[in-house]
């Protein structure tokens, strides 16, 4: 059982990824990390993200050890992320590591769930449930905010809004829900109402 998730970030994309892993006892694979510890590759490495030799040769040395990496989520981290996730050749690069991850799953897992952009549409079209996961641009950073939030941070609401709306620019050409996604509006939901609905579509194509 193959189940991939898209959205947009702060969708609550992840969080849903997480939870019916757990649930379902299935391996999880956030990709987003793949393409973090690329760019976080590339700035080890002393190279620059937006090169495209730089790029693709932190892509094509990446390890799953690298997606254990406490630095993954730096802001430096996440800026170059989004410019080697912007280069062809670093998404063909980085297409066979989660190809492998959905066939086979690590620790025998029954199931894989992939998270990112692209999973439903490139990386495992014959999925066998997709969803598309969204919300409002303003709730997401509203979530976004009361996150950094709780860790201390002191970023204001509009500037995490003018950088959701940042990055929303820049993932659109690869964030496109498949045809045969089922659409997610988490908006108005709780992420308990969220994961019921979820598990009530894999229960109708577990059983189909
Ligand atoms: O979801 P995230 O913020 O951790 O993603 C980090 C970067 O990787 C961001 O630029 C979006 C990109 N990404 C992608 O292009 N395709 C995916 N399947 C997952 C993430």
Redesign the pocket.
């Known amino acids: 059982m193959i189940i991939a998730i898209d959205g947009f970030?702060a969708s609550g994309k992840g969080t849903l990824a997480t939870i019916l892993a757990e649930r379902l006892g299935y391996a999880r694979l956030d990709?987003?990390?793949i393409?973090?510890a690329t760019g976080l590759g590339v700035l080890e490495a002393g190279g620059d993200p937006e090169n495209p030799d730089d790029a693709l040769a932190a892509a094509e040395s990446l390890t799953p050890a690298l997606l254990e990496d406490g630095r993954l989520r730096e802001p430096a981290v996440t800026a170059a992320?989004?410019k080697v996730?912007a280069q062809t050749p670093v998404r063909d690069a980085l297409r066979r590591f989660q190809k492998d991850f959905a066939a086979n799953p690590p620790g025998g897992a029954p199931g894989a769930i992939l998270d990112?952009?692209?999973?439903g549409t490139v990386i495992c079209p014959d999925a066998d449930v997709k969803l598309f996961v969204s919300a409002d641009v303003e709730i997401r950073a509203k979530r976004r905010f009361e996150e950094l939030q709780s860790q201390g941070k002191t970023d204001t609401y509009p500037a995490v809004l003018q950088a959701m709306k940042d990055r929303d620019a820049s993932?659109a050409e690869?964030t496109v829900p498949a045809d045969d996604a089922v659409h997610l509006d988490t908006t108005a939901l709780t992420i308990d109402q969220v994961v019921e609905k979820a598990l009530s579509i894999i229960e109708a194509r577990r059983t189909s």
């Open positions: 970030a990709t987003g990390l393409y973090r992320a989004y996730a990112g952009r692209d999973i993932d690869n």
